[in-house]
C-alpha cells in the first residue's frame, strides 16, 4: 500500500488508508509522533484481518507531511484531522487518539459529532500543553518563552528535545478540554496506564469525570506506561474499539 498525500491549505499531508466495511477506524497519533509508530501498525494490520476501514496520517509538519513542527498548533493539527477525515473517509469512524491523538478526538466530537461512531483514547493528553508544559516551566523558562517565542524542552521519548512555542501554549488555551462542558454523544472508552510518565493516571480519571456522555469508560492498565503498546495493550485497544463499534450500531438500531 503506497502512501498518499491529501493537500488541504498551504500543506501536503501525508497518509496511508485501507479499504474495508464501516465504521473506519481512524488513528490520531501523539505530539511530535508519526503514522508509522507500533500502535498504528499494528491497528492497520488487525484492521485489514477484519476488512475494516483504517486510516493513519501525519499532522502538518510531523512525519512525511509538509510544513514546520513548530508553526503547528492544536488547532492546526485539529483542522488536519477535520479535513482529511472528511475528504477521505466515509461515514462516521471511529477515533482512536493516542496521546494528543486524544485531546484532538474531544474536540472532533465537540465540533464535529455526526463524523464519529466512537472514541477510543490510549493515555490520552487533553490539555497537556497547558497542565503539562506550561505548569511545569519555571520562571526563567515562561520569561524566555515570552521574550523569545520559543523554548526547547528536552523529551524522555525523543533524543532531540521538543520546540515548544508561545503560540502553541497560547493556541491550546483556547482548546481546553476542561474549562468547559464536554458532551459526548458516542460511545467512548479511556485506556490509561498506571505507570504513565508523561501524562498522570488522574488525567484519565478526571477526562472520565468530566465528559457527559451515556456510554464512557475507563480502564486502568496497572504497570502500562505512556507508550501502551505492550502485547496486552495492543489488545485491549483492539478489544475497546470492537466494543465502540458493537455499542455504536445498538444505538442507531435503537
Known amino acids: 500500500m503506497a502512501e498518499t498525500h491529501f493537500s488541504h491549505e498551504t500543506h501536503r499531508l501525508a497518509y496511508d488508508q485501507s479499504p ?28 485489514q484481518k477484519q476488512d475494516r476501514a483504517f486510516l493513519r496520517f501525519d499532522y502538518s509538519g510531523h512525519g512525511a507531511s ?7 498548533t492544536i488547532t492546526t493539527w485539529t483542522r488536519d484531522a477535520a479535513t ?22 474531544c474536540l472532533l466530537a465537540r465540533q464535529h459529532p455526526e463524523q ?18 506550561w505548569a511545569g516551566f519555571d520562571t526563567a523558562t515562561r520569561a524566555a518563552l515570552a521574550s523569545e517565542g520559543a523554548v526547547d524542552v ?33 460511545p467512548m472508552r479511556i485506556l490509561h496506564g498506571t505507570e504513565d510518565d508523561a501524562i498522570p493516571v488522574e488525567t484519565a480519571l478526571r477526562l472520565f469525570n468530566h465528559v457527559k456522555g451515556r456510554d464512557v469508560q475507563v480502564t486502568l492498565v496497572k504497570g502500562a506506561d505512556h507508550r501502551f503498546s505492550t502485547p496486552p495493550c495492543l489488545d485491549l485497544i483492539e478489544a475497546a474499539i470492537e466494543d465502540v463499534t458493537q455499542a455504536s450500531a445498538k444505538r442507531r438500531l435503537h
Not at 157 to 169: E, G, H, M, S, V
Request: glycine share 14%.
Open 154 to 186: 528536552q523529551s524522555p521519548y525523543d533524543a532531540q528535545p521538543y520546540r515548544i512555542t508561545r503560540d502553541l501554549i497560547e493556541d491550546g488555551r483556547r482548546n481546553l478540554i476542561f474549562s468547559d462542558p464536554l458532551s459526548i454523544s458516542c
Open 20 to 47: 474495508g466495511h464501516g465504521p473506519g477506524v481512524v488513528f490520531l497519533s501523539g505530539f511530535n509522533s508519526n503514522k508509522d509508530g507500533t500502535k498504528a501498525l499494528h491497528l492497520e494490520a488487525w484492521a
Open 66 to 72: 509538509s510544513g514546520r513542527f513548530e508553526d503547528g
Open 116 to 133: 464519529i461512531a466512537g472514541i477510543v483514547t490510549i493515555a490520552g493528553a487533553p490539555d497537556f500543553t497547558e497542565d503539562r508544559y
Open 84 to 105: 482529511i477525515i472528511s475528504g477521505v473517509t466515509d461515514g462516521p469512524q471511529v477515533l482512536v487518539g493516542s496521546s494528543m491523538g486524544g485531546w484532538i478526538a
